[in-house]
């Protein structure tokens, strides 16, 4: 099935309009991506139509609110093909996500001495949490490294492995460099250790078909916003019985069964870890992606967009002037780039004049940016509505950044 991109564009209104008197080219897509009208309708239609607090009243409007809040977690079960909806935890994003399990998991299973696993291409939301536990718990992280095309190492990743690694976390797809990692393999190098899984799905989800299941993790983590859904809405995949040895994350209403001054019980998966009032809209809206999305196809999805991104790749490695950072075998619709001489901060400025929309910076991945030695990168990302034409535009504004700094 092929994609009707004239079509797709115009489900989000956004991309409609000019900036600085230019079409909007947008492609900042890894940091987040654009709503299409069925997502912005739906957030709209849950504060007009049936406003309410879920799982707690009798009352019609808090029946529907749970109904549909609910019908997003079944949702999100079968996009990732969970065991059981129960398994599925709303958090804020990819950040909570990795932070519950850190906190919860990780302090009450962690000695003096355990190791945590990462790779050397983490995002910070991937590092600083698991950085933190170690200080708390006196467990002791380890880095795999990468390769200069921006690959994780796998054999040096399984060399790392050993009878202390209690915890290996990675991400699945990059957000600095669009790299693929091996999940399923890296998972099961770490489970002949023993060690519990976590995979940052942050990136993966937009682009990719992904199977709990088939990947064997134990926990997976997901953000909407990055997911054409709403902001502060998010999930995490945990296999059942671990969330149910888990301790609670947070404390409050929802998450109880019996409250007495003497002690306290907890409610059954989902809702132990889903203490106060959650993101009800956002968790609508990012039900009513999810079936954007599976309208539209992820298969037609990944190879429309790794279309875009060999189109953008060409065009970089034919100018002079480009260095491409991350040039791994296996990668997502993100190219991050270096133009010589000048300053990726200048160049999104200069875009940004032209419409163009890309992310300049360390991208929240400093130890990727000093590996390559680098202090930043321009990145531009590719979604299913964007065109050849954005890109050809994009990089119509590289060669003007190049000549306004005497390098054309």
């Known amino acids: ?223 909407g916003h990055k997911l054409f859904a709403p902001t502060g809405i998010g999930f995490l995949y945990g296999k059942a019985e671990l969330l149910n040895a888990m301790p609670p994350y947070k404390g409050g209403g929802e998450m109880i069964n019996q409250v007495s001054f003497a002690k306290t019980t907890y409610a059954a998966l989902p809702y132990k870890f889903e203490a106060g009032t959650p993101n009800i809209a956002g968790a609508i809206g990012l039900g009513h992606a999810i079936d954007y999305l599976m309208s539209l196809g992820q298969e037609a999805i990944t190879a429309y967009e790794d279309d875009l991104l060999a189109y953008a790749t060409a065009k970089a490695e034919a100018m002079p002037g480009i260095t491409i950072i991350g040039t791994a075998n296996n990668k997502a619709s993100i190219l991050s780039m270096v133009l010589d001489g000048i300053h990726a901060h200048d160049v999104g400025t200069i875009l940004d004049h032209q419409g163009i929309a890309v992310r300049t910076g360390h991208h929240c991945a400093m130890p990727v940016m000093k590996f390559f030695k680098v202090a930043a990168t321009v990145r531009a990302s590719f979604v299913f509505y964007n065109t050849k034409e954005e890109i050809d535009a994009l990089f119509v504004g590289l060669k003007k950044v190049q000549e306004m700094f005497g390098r054309g």
């Open 1 to 223: 099935m092929s994609l009707d991109i004239t079509k797709i564009r115009e489900d989000f209104p956004i991309l409609g309009q000019t900036i600085n008197g230019h079409p909007l080219g947008y492609l900042d897509n890894a940091a987040t991506s654009q709503k299409p009208t069925v997502v912005i309708n739906a957030v709209k239609d849950y504060y007009e139509k049936i406003n309410a607090n879920v799982h707690r009243g009798a009352h019609t409007l808090s029946e529907q609110a749970t109904e549909e809040y609910e019908k997003t977690r079944k949702k999100i079960q079968r996009f990732i093909n969970a065991n059981h909806s129960d398994e599925i935890i709303y958090t804020s994003g990819t950040t909570e996500s990795i932070n519950l399990v850190a906190a919860s998991y990780g302090r009450a299973n962690l000695q003096p001495g355990d190791e945590i696993l990462i790779t050397a291409l983490e995002h910070h939301s991937n590092i600083v949490p698991w950085q933190l536990i170690c200080e708390q718990t006196g467990a002791v992280l380890k880095v795999a490294p990468i390769n200069e095309k921006g690959e994780v190492i796998v054999e040096d990743f399984k060399k790392a492995l050993n009878s202390k690694t209690k915890i290996a976390a990675f991400s699945h797809i990059s957000n600095a460099l669009g790299t693929i990692n091996p999940v399923k393999e890296m998972t099961a190098l770490a489970h002949e250790y023993n060690a519990v899984v976590l995979i940052d799905g942050a990136q993966a989800l937009p682009f990719m078909q992904v199977d709990v299941q088939s990947i064997g993790c134990d926990f997976y983590t997901g953000s």
